[in-house]
Every structure is written in structure tokens, then in C-alpha cells.
């Protein structure tokens, strides 16, 4: 991984690379390639500086989580919910804890940057399935990234300059893929900066709040209606709502790939991770009721900007084009961010000669991984012309809802895998409420749109194909990692 790449970049890189690492013994590529154990230790390898102390951490989690998903789709989830906008933000955060509880036991268990991938492989020892979830949280940030690139060119963009949203999109992802490719030279420090400006907007729409209460403005009764005048009625709105609303706390599960370079992890991740949680869930839900207060959820579901319908019905003087520029600067962060996750995860499948080989390669002037970058632009520019904001959050919010409940289910099956140091053990009762809430919201029962499955399922199918290339040109070459048990050097 080149230096110039920022940690969390490295660190996500790292789950590619280590996608399949963890037992004493045995290789990165004998997990994932071919299943093989090895019987020689690994080499010694260089470690990452433990520089990120607590408050680092959670300001890294807290930026992780804000982003797209609150100031793009909370008119979205308003538009299946009603005026209770506030309650699928809570259950969201249920949910997301249930699963943070479970990513806590395991990182602070096992405290190596591989993240869901490493947990997988040590549960179930199955190659294939470690591959799917390390392709499915690639596949989930090039979605994630492609919301926000349809996001900028919406309403907050309309605050400066009217143009077609899906132009901007793809205009905007491939002046990101052209910084991506260019190397981008910043740490986690640095991020602190971009956490503080996205939460400054959403504070500004909790201080309208606040004034709009005490003033008197605004429609307490919103807050209680849920729509019922949809086939499947409250129930059907519920689960809907929730499982769009749960984007807006993905980004949690990447800190565990900060594991290597944070400072007595067993110690501050568990705090860390439920402080970042409950900080933006608070956020969260304060910013969904002032919405709701403040602007009917019918129009609130009409606009890609509906924070700025917020600011401009408030009784705050703030400028909306200020709070406009925040806003594309939070989602314009997040595109970058989950861009450059993708691009480095595809490079270390490749490296590892898990996909083929011909995507790790790296551009020797700028020591980036330019095949991976060119391969992930062309999917999300795909993606940005063919789906809508919601439809691809909603996407984003499925792969990862799937990942989660493998890695519940990966938290009891490991309970017999002893470890030689103290970690955090979660009850239980939480594990097992995770994974059956993360595999209902990722059900049919949420009334999710049938093009969410099939856009999941045409990217999944993209992996098991190179997959299948990969394996059948490596059963053709002679000594090829598919045929040795043995470490690589």
C-alpha cells in the first residue's frame, strides 16, 4: 500500500490483503484461494505506528457515520414513514448498536485490520463466503458513493447552478476517481476537519429546531403520524422506512480496520464505538424531528435536498447556500471516502490473487492501484445512470445488512475460538437479536423495491465471475497459489 494514502484507506486495503489471515500458520492467500492450510508460520511483517488515542477514534467513527445518508435521503424515508420521521432513525440505531456490540467482541478480540472478511474466514473457514462479504462491502461503498454522486447534482447543487443530476453524477465520480488516482496525502487528523464541518450543518438545523420550539412554530402532531395508506399498512412503513434509514449509520464497521494503528484497542474501541453510535444517532434523531416539525413529510420526500427545505422553512437566518455548500461538502467527503475504499479493497483481492491479477496493478509514478480505481468508476457511473438516490442507498443499506448478519452470526460461532488476552464479551441475547434484525430489514418484508435486489445481485454476480476467472486461469498455470499449501514469501 503506498505511503501516500491516507490510514483509513490503508487500513481498508488491509482487509483485501489479510481478507483470509488470522490463524498462526497460515497465509493471507491459503484461506481464500484455495482453502489450504499452511504448516510454515508467516513471515514477520511490518506493524502499523499505534498513533490514534480514544478521542481520535471517536471522532473517526462519529465522521464515518455522518454523511449521505442523513442529508440526502431523510425526505426518502419521510416519504415511507410520515411524519414520525424520528422513529426509524431510532430503531436504526438499535439495530446498528445490536451490531456494533458484536463488531466490539471481535475487534477487540481479535485486533487486526481485516474487519468482517477476517471474522468470516475464522468462523467458517469457507473461501468463497469470505470472498462474497469482502466483494459485497466493496460493492456496498461504490453504492454508497454513487447515492452521494447523484445527491450533489440535486437539490443543494439547484442553490448555484441548475444541470441534469445523473451528468453532475458522473462528472462528479470521475473528477473523484481522478483525485483517487492522483493520491490523496492525508491522515485520520485530517478528517477531524471534515467530521466538524458535516456536523456543523446538521447542529444548525438542531438549533432551528430549538428556536422553532420555542417559538412556538411548527406541527407537534406530525411527530406521531405514521403512514398507514400504503399496501401493508404501519407495519409495511415501518420496516420500509427503517431499512432506508439504516444508511445513515453505515460507516461504523470501518473503524475496526483502524485496529492496527489504535493505541490499547481492547480498551478504547468499545468505547469508542458506542460513543460514535449514540453521538450520531442523537444527531440523528434531533435533525429527523426538526424536520418533521418544521416541513410536511410530503415535501420533504419530493426534495434531494431536504435539509435545505428545513433551513429555508426555520426561523433561523442562515444562509441556504452556505448550508448548501455544507452539504455537498459532507456528501462529496463520503463519495471520496467510500471511493477510495473500493478501489484499495479490489487491489488487495487482486494482490492476493483472489480476482484477477491485472487489477492490483499500480501506476508506478503515482503509486496507485489505477486498474482498481478505472474498474470501480466504470461500475459506479453504471450505478449513477441507472439508479436513483434511494434506490442506491437502499442497496448500500442491503449488502451491508447481509454482511452484519454474518458477522452476529460469526460472534457465537467463534465463542469457541479462545483467545490468550482480555476482550470485551457482549451477552449473548445481543448477538442473536442483531442478526435476526439485520437479516429481517434485509428481507422482502420491508417492501423494498425489486431493483434494489437486482442491482445487489448483478454486482455480486460481478464477483462471482471474476472469481470463477481467476480460479479457472490459476488451475491452468503451473504453480499458480491455488496449487501450493505454503506460505507465500
Known amino acids: 500500500m503506498p505511503d501516500d494514502q491516507p490510514k483509513y484507506a490503508q487500513g481498508v486495503a488491509k482487509a483485501g490483503e489479510e481478507v483470509c489471515a488470522g490463524y498462526p500458520g497460515v497465509g493471507v492467500a491459503s484461506g481464500i484461494r484455495g482453502g489450504a492450510v499452511a504448516t510454515n508460520a508467516a513471515p514477520e511483517r511490518t506493524e502499523l505506528k499505534r498513533a490514534i488515542g480514544p478521542r481520535l477514534l471517536v471522532l473517526f467513527v462519529v465522521g464515518d457515520i455522518l454523511g449521505t445518508g442523513v442529508y440526502a435521503l431523510t425526505g426518502k424515508v419521510a416519504g415511507k414513514v410520515g411524519g414520525a420521521l424520528w422513529l426509524p432513525f431510532l430503531i436504526g440505531f438499535i439495530v446498528a448498536l445490536l451490531t456494533a456490540v458484536s463488531y466490539v467482541e471481535l475487534v477487540t478480540k481479535y485486533p487486526r485490520a481485516a ?15 469470505t470472498f462474497m462479504v469482502a466483494f459485497a462491502v466493496m460493492c456496498s461503498g461504490l453504492t454508497s458513493a454513487s447515492a452521494a454522486a447523484r445527491a450533489i447534482g440535486g437539490d443543494y447543487l439547484a442553490e448555484f447552478v441548475t444541470l441534469p443530476s445523473v451528468v453532475v453524477g458522473i462528472v462528479f465520480i470521475v473528477a473523484v476517481s481522478l483525485l483517487n488516482y492522483r493520491g490523496v496525502s492525508e ?32 406541527e407537534p402532531a406530525r411527530l406521531t403520524q405514521i403512514r398507514d395508506d400504503q399496501a401493508g399498512g404501519m407495519l409495511l412503513a415501518m420496516l420500509g422506512s427503517t431499512a432506508l434509514a439504516f444508511f445513515a449509520f453505515v460507516g461504523f464497521e470501518d473503524s475496526v480496520n483502524m485496529a492496527e494503528e489504535t493505541k490499547d484497542p481492547s480498551r478504547n474501541f468499545p468505547r ?21 416539525l418544521l416541513v410536511d413529510y410530503r415535501v420533504l420526500e419530493k426534495s434531494s435536498g431536504p435539509l435545505l427545505e428545513v433551513v429555508k422553512a426555520g426561523g433561523l437566518a442562515f444562509p441556504p447556500q452556505l448550508f448548501a455548500a455544507i452539504a455537498m461538502f459532507a456528501v462529496a467527503n463520503s463519495a471520496l471516502i467510500n471511493m477510495m475504499m473500493a478501489s484499495r479493497l479490489v487491489y488487495g483481492l487482486a494482490n492476493e490473487r483472489v480476482v484477477p491479477r491485472g487489477l492490483a496493478w499500480v501506476d508506478p509514478r503515482r503509486r496507485t492501484p489505477v486498474i482498481g480505481i ?33 458477522v452476529n452470526i460469526s460472534v457465537l ?77
Open 115 to 129: 474487519g468482517a472478511a477476517l471474522y468470516t474466514q475464522r468462523a467458517f473457514r469457507v473461501p468463497f463466503l
Open 187 to 218: 491522515s485520520v487528523k485530517t478528517n477531524i476537519l471534515f467530521t466538524l464541518i458535516e456536523l456543523t450543518g446538521l447542529l444548525v438545523i438542531i438549533v432551528i429546531g430549538v428556536i422553532a420550539v420555542a417559538s412556538g412554530e411548527g
Open 272 to 292: 469508542a464505538i458506542f460513543l460514535g453510535v449514540a453521538i450520531t444517532s442523537a444527531v440523528y434523531i434531533l435533525v429527523a424531528i426538526t424536520s418533521s
Open 374 to 406: 478505472i474498474f470501480t468508476t466504470v461500475l459506479a457511473v453504471g450505478l449513477i445512470s441507472t439508479g436513483e438516490i434511494a434506490g442506491l442507498g437502499d442497496t448500500t443499506a442491503f449488502l451491508l445488512l447481509c454482511v452484519f448478519t454474518v
Open 413 to 489: 460461532v467463534l465463542r469457541r475460538d479462545e483467545v490468550g488476552h482480555r476482550h470485551f464479551r457482549a451477552p449473548t441475547v445481543l448477538p442473536v437479536l442483531g442478526a435476526v434484525l439485520s437479516l429481517t430489514l434485509a428481507s422482502p418484508l420491508t417492501g423494498r423495491p425489486a431493483d434494489v435486489y437486482i442491482r445487489a445481485g448483478v454486482l455480486l454476480a460481478i464477483g462471482v465471475v471474476l472469481w470463477l476467472i481467476n480460479w479457472f486461469f490459476l488451475r491452468r498455470t503451473p504453480g499458480a497459489p491455488a496449487d501450493r499449501t505454503e506460505t507465500p514469501a
